[in-house]
């Protein structure tokens, strides 16, 4: 029996979880006159394989949830059994979210026809899509302020569908991605390094995430904590942050959340020099990322962390305990293998091993890497987290090397990217 590796991507893609799916199935059997049956164990065999061709009407409400045919959802029809003539019906997941023309904001478009007064699953996933819109913005460009007011303008459609009919879970739900919008919102300006808005969001969306009782989103909510104490210099706050994220109850079921947890207690004991603790947490992300499920389908914005980011992370802890060296090897290994849709962290970690190699003293070679960060964000703004990891480097290199002409030479291009900027 092989696993439907069809399904589970789109279900991956489209940020669902089991639950969910069972749960969109159903609403849609329901609303085409039929009893809503499926549940948590059935879109377990889907996945699994050990159904290979559902039932009719399942079928034709996984066609209409995808857009897709149930062959191309992985399904393999049963020998002797025709194809259907009828096409999928457009995906509810992304009707009604398209990508602004500019490219740097997710807008939210009204269906053709009015909505109908009570709230269902659809209108869940249909604005969960829309962050996903986002967070390819975030890979490519950064934190900015368009982006920022696009995700508090996904958070407050959210919240104004309280007032309409639905569920107790639907409700639940709404919070939720009101909940994911807003971090969105605070992840924005946390990048952008706008801390006091960044703060005043991660206030209400930690509120949120409890009104939803969604320990994903709380979990996302304290590793934002934990970066925004650390842009503050409070580095005792910035473990505390983190370990509150290791607290959350998603980190028990799923290990991948758990080994970004301790990733990030593992930097905040790093900036305290507390070299034991944060070894020990390095140790701990690792041990958690090997007993990950890569394909488990999770939210969008966790697709950032994996084996390349961890060694991401673990190039900034070693940089800072002091084993430069390390730093340098950890460097070229998450930059080997962070894939190229996350442009803003490439560039991050190509100033991340310029700093490495600067720390070892190899004046030239740093300064050639950390030239090459400007080219890689040419088309956008410089975020203000890089810009100001950049102007870490340019500290660190005129304490130095102040009289070489390398240092001379990187400063005027640095002037003059920034004059740009």
Not at 11 to 25: H, Y
Not at 129 to 139: E, R, Y
Not at 206 to 218: H, I, R
Request: a neutral charge; aromatic letters at 6%; proline letters at 5%.
């Amino acid at each position: 029996m092989e696993a439907n590796e069809d399904l589970i991507s789109a279900l991956t893609e489209a940020g669902f979880t089991q639950a969910e799916l069972a749960d969109v199935v159903n609403e849609y059997l329901r609303d085409h006159g039929h009893e809503g049956t499926v549940s948590d164990r059935t879109v377990r065999h889907w996945l699994t394989g050990k159904t290979r061709w559902p039932h009719p009407r399942q079928r034709e409400a996984l066609e209409a949830v995808f857009g897709s045919t149930a062959e191309d959802l992985g399904f393999i029809r049963p020998a002797g059994r025709s194809s259907p003539t009828s096409e999928p019906e457009q995906p509810l997941r992304r009707r009604n979210f398209l990508i602004a023309t500019t490219g740097t904001a997710a807008t939210v478009v009204s269906p053709l026809s009015a909505r109908p007064s009570t709230v269902g699953i659809s209108d869940v996933i249909r604005l969960r899509s829309g962050l996903d819109a986002l967070m390819f913005i975030d890979d490519t460009r950064g934190g900015h302020e368009t982006l920022e007011r696009a995700a508090l303008s996904g958070a407050t459609e959210a919240l104004d569908m309280q007032h309409q009919a639905a569920s107790q879970r639907i409700r639940q739900r709404l919070f939720s991605v009101a909940a994911d919008y807003t971090a969105t919102a605070a992840w924005s300006a946390l990048d952008a390094r706008h801390s006091d808005r960044a703060e005043q969001h991660l206030h209400q969306a930690l509120y949120l995430a409890g009104m939803a009782q969604d320990p994903v989103v709380e979990l996302r909510v304290w590793n934002s904590y934990a970066m925004l104490a650390h842009q503050r210099q409070h580095f005792t706050q910035a473990v505390d942050s983190a370990q509150a994220a290791q607290a959350t109850a998603i980190t028990r079921r799923d290990p991948l959340f758990a080994s970004l947890a301790h990733a990030r207690t593992a930097v905040g004991h790093s900036n305290l020099g507390d070299r034991q603790a944060a070894l020990r947490s390095l140790g701990y992300a690792a041990e958690a990322l090997e007993k990950a499920e890569p394909q488990q389908p999770r939210p969008s914005w966790i697709a950032f962390y994996g084996p390349a980011e961890l060694n991401a992370i673990t190039a900034i802890v070693r940089d800072r305990i002091g084993d430069a060296a390390e730093a340098e090897a950890a460097s070229h290994q998450a930059l080997s293998t962070i894939p190229q849709q996350f442009r803003r962290n490439r560039a991050l970690a190509t100033t991340r091993l310029a700093l490495a190699q600067l720390h070892q003293r190899d004046i030239e070679q740093a300064c050639a890497t950390a030239a090459t960060v400007f080219p890689m964000m040419s088309s956008n703004p410089i975020p203000g987290r890089m810009r100001s990891l950049l102007g870490d480097y340019y500290r660190d290199l005129i304490t130095l090397a102040p009289k070489a002409p390398v240092t001379r030479e990187w400063g005027d291009r640095y002037r003059l990217e920034w004059s740009r900027a």
